[in-house]
Each structure stands twice: as C-alpha cells, then as structure tokens.
C-alpha cells in the first residue's frame, strides 16, 4: 500500500461516516414525526409505498444494507480529519430563556426499527417544510 491508497482509504472512511450522520439524521426525524402526529406519518407512508420511487429505494436501501451502516457504531476514536464532514441540523431551533438553543431529544434507532420507512418520513418531512417556505 502506497500513501495514495491511504489517504484514499480514510477518504472513503469519512464518506460512510458522514453518509451515516446524513441517514441517522433524517431517520430519527422521521421517527419523530411517527412519534409526535403518527396519523400524519401513517398517512404519508400510506401514500407513497406504491410508488416507484419508493419501491426503488427499498430496493437500493436493502441491497447496499444501509440499514446495518446506521446501526453499526462508528469506529472507537475521533476520525483523522472531519473537515469534508459537514454539521447537519435538522429542524426548527427552539429558543430557551437563557438563550442558547435547545431542542426535543433525537429518538433513539433501533434494530427493531425499519429504518428506510423512517428515512422516507424525514424525507418527506423535509421536503414538505421546504415548499411551504
């Protein structure tokens, strides 16, 4: 191995790390929406299971095993270098009286959770917060 193949390597090391942090976030908005108007989210996945997007990307999100990225821990250490990583916040910011920002607690993701319905619900969510801007 050469330093190319490397620097290569820890390339594509922060690429899965920050794809994970991507996928979680959306997921555990998702899993909030499900949480906080779980008719809203019913209905929403309701409409969209039949349509070939959806289908798509359950194909795609169960072949490339996303699910098993997001829910393996990240490697023990801080990575080398995070800057290509960039903070994601997703979501209102709520103000608190001192203030400094706050927000609900991320839902947790779980083994027993199917993951890719709780990616499309942040997807969708976000979506739909960003037309009505």
Known sequence: MNPADARLIEQIKQGTRGGRAVL????????????????RAAFLL??????????GGRLAFDMLELEDLMLDPPPAGP???????????????HEVHDGSEAGEPEPELLSSDYLYDF???????????????
């Open 79 to 93: 990575p080398a270098n995070t800057a290509p990583i960039p903070r994601v916040r997703f979501g209102p910011v």
């Open 119 to 133: 990616f499309v619900l942040g997807l969708l969510d976000l979506l739909g917060r960003g037309m009505a801007a």
């Open 46 to 55: 309701t409409v969209v299971r039949s349509h070939p997007l959806y289908k």
């Open 24 to 39: 979680c976030s959306v997921a555990r908005r998702g899993k909030a929406l499900e949480r906080d108007e779980p008719d």
